[in-house]
């Protein structure tokens, strides 16, 4: 049985075999799960056409890089300038692509007038920018990076200090209620970076924003994962974790501005982990990479890309390729449970005295295959038994060790990545959710 199982720290690893019909490019690939493939573009390479071939080939959502920033839409306060920022959306939806909108506010790219300003007039400045570009743009945003880079790097978990910070710490909800007072269809998205590690400080301060923005009301709707990968800042290998928590509080997540440094298959390795993260959480709704090619990246000495300098796909494009093709050969179906069709998302066990409480969770659905997550509570030192019913079968597992006493049994224990695992099941058109049981180990 062991053999059947491919298990990584952190990642779920997908056995399946390529779909039937591949989709040949980025954003068909995507298309299959209900998910977008974008990439950050420059104004000012819409008139290199291998630039644009590509772009208008492989993808389906569009960043403007630095085109939307406050010092590009505000250079003089109260005039606003969207020429290149127009070029960069008409463009996109001409190709009949979508448009994240990035960023409205932000310590950093502030146009000079703004870097000096502070207290009220910098509140009011920022809160009129928002408002006003957001209204500009109204129904042409998928979805608005509205704050973006708001928290420390280091062990703190708090805020970084900048002008916007220093008019209060309700700078940022106040940004998100104008964002949504201007343009109500847009997604609302936290956007950051350091925030990949579930065990970062940086990544639980963004978290317990997001839980009190959820708790009080405020209009959240999605977060942001920067994900500008390198070997001082490798993919973290509990990255699933990280976006599955981050999504269970009720928002989307989305990685944003995907870039990882390298070449070869180590490179290629790292960009399919961060693609199965996303592909194994129901609520990642899309990736983009930070640029076209190595040449076009914001760090092209690092060869960050998918594409190299001649606009020739790399290791890691076919990487991505593949992991999309197989995860998700064909659209989500919904379950036809034969015990619960309509019934909850989630079952708990009951607890024994001095024991645990094991809490499955529905995760994706495809038309062989399913996710299953399991929070434990009560205990860090958790021994789950998972049992599935014939012809299931797991096929793949994360954040847990498991063993296999029989074909049909899991037996799976703490990993180091926290309490909450999950497990790939291939149905074989019994929907039936697994048993699930714990006790302390
Ligand atoms: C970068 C651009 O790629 C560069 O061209 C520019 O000089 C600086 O900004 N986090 C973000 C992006 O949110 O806006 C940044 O983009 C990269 C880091």
């Known amino acids: ?36 493939f974008g990439t950050a573009v420059a104004a000012n390479k819409l008139s290199d056409s291998t630039y644009v071939g590509i772009l208008n080939r492989e993808f389906d959502m569009v960043t403007a890089e630095n085109e939307m920033k406050m010092d590009a839409t505000e250079p003089s306060q109260g005039q606003f300038s969207y020429g290149n920022a127009d070029r960069i959306v008409n463009q996109a939806r001409n190709q009949g692509k979508r448009v994240r909108g990035h960023a409205l506010a932000w310590h950093s790219q502030q146009p000079g007038w703004m870097q000096n300003m502070s207290g009220t007039a910098l509140r009011n400045a920022m809160l009129n920018h928002v408002t006003q570009v957001a209204s500009y743009y109204r129904g042409k945003i998928y979805a608005w990076d509205v704050v973006n880079e708001a928290f420390a790097d ?55 924003m997001v839980q009190d923005f959820k708790s009080r009301g405020v209009p959240i709707d999605c977060v942001g994962f920067q994900a500008h990968f390198n070997s001082g800042n490798p993919v973290p290998s509990n990255y699933h974790t990280t976006l ?30 961060v693609v199965q993260a996303c592909l194994s959480v129901t609520r990642c709704t899309g990736i983009t990479v930070w640029g076209i090619r190595d040449t076009d990246s914001w760090r092209a000495s690092g060869t960050p890309l998918l594409f190299d300098g001649s606009g020739n796909k790399k290791a890691a494009y076919t990487s991505v390729l593949n992991v999309l093709n197989n995860a998700s050969s064909t659209v989500p179906t919904t379950p036809t449970s034969t015990t619960d069709p309509t019934g909850p998302t989630t079952t708990t066990t009951p607890q024994n005295p001095g024991g645990c409480t094991a809490t499955y969770r529905e995760g994706q659905k495809w038309n062989d295959r399913f996710n299953g997550e399991v929070t434990v509570s009560g205990t860090n030192n958790w021994v789950v ?28 224990r703490p990993n180091g990545n926290g309490n909450t695992f999950g497990f790939t099941v291939q149905h074989g058109g019994n929907w039936n959710w697994p048993s699930v049981s714990c006790q302390v180990g």
Not at 13 to 33: D, E, R
Not at 192 to 202: L, M, R
Not at 385 to 390: A, P, Y
Not at 400 to 406: K, N, Q
């Open 1 to 36: 049985m062991s053999t059947l199982v491919a298990a990584a720290a952190g990642a779920a690893v997908l056995v399946a075999s390529p779909a039937s019909g591949a989709a040949s490019t980025l954003a068909a690939a995507a298309q299959q799960s209900g998910r977008y």
């Open 154 to 208: 280091g062990s703190s978990g708090g805020r970084r200090d900048s002008n916007l910070q220093r008019t209060g710490n309700d700078w940022i909800e106040a940004a998100f209620r104008a964002a949504r007072a201007a343009d109500p269809g847009a997604k609302l998205c936290y956007n950051d970076y350091n925030t990949d590690n579930w065990s970062h400080a940086k990544t639980q301060g963004v978290y317990r």
């Open 244 to 273: 599955q928590n981050f999504a269970n509080l009720g928002v989307d997540v989305q990685i944003t501005e995907l870039d990882i440094e390298g070449s070869g298959s180590t490179q290629a390795q790292q960009y399919q982990g």
């Open 385 to 412: 038994t998972v049992t599935v019913s014939s012809p299931q079968r797991i096929i793949a597992t994360w954040n847990t060790t498991a063993t296999w006493p029989s074909a049909n049994v899991m037996v799976a």
